[in-house]
């Protein structure tokens, strides 16, 4: 486990959690960025501002290394977003911290469901999901790829 703080984001954080997300993409997932639009990561603070939102980053020596959004869906349905940690802290825990806060936040605002969609090439984040009990409930192929959907009932 590396001790690694998750926390909040604040707005000193963005070109770090904009780089960070960005640099992921376009490393080990270049054939799907259509399926995710950067609009959001360009304004954090809006996006995941307001009520039932949050967004949280890990940090570690005043670096950003991992994120993960929440986003209301409806009332009692969460949108589980941009779920990233960096290669070189995989498999070392900070993603299961990163959910589990998320989780407990959706908890915290009494939603009912989580949902977390994912490409076919996010294998450690959907193998994670599932092992933290979400279950796949659909499999969507678009423009050559699968988009896959996880639902969590908290």
Do not use: W
Not at 107 to 126: P, S
Request: net charge positive; aromatic share 10%; proline share 1%.
């Amino acid at each position: 486990m590396t001790n690694a703080e998750i926390r909040e984001y604040k707005a000193g954080d963005s070109s770090a959690v904009r780089d960070l997300i960005l640099s992921i993409l376009q490393k080990e997932y270049p054939f799907d960025q259509s399926a995710y639009k950067e609009t959001d990561i360009n304004d954090i603070s809006g996006t995941y501002s307001g009520k039932g939102n949050v967004f949280f980053v890990a940090e570690k020596n005043g670096n950003v290394i991992g994120t993960v959004g929440i986003k209301r869906d409806a009332s009692d349905t969460a949108l589980l977003r941009r779920f990233f940690v960096n290669e070189g802290f995989r498999k070392k825990g900070i993603g299961t911290m990163l959910l589990k806060n998320a989780i407990d936040f959706c908890k915290a605002q009494k939603y009912r469901k989580i949902i977390f969609r994912a490409t076919d090439r996010m294998i450690q984040a959907m193998n994670l999901c599932k092992k933290m009990g979400f279950e796949e409930k659909e499999n969507i192929e678009v423009s050559g790829f699968n988009i896959h959907k996880f639902v969590l009932k908290v």
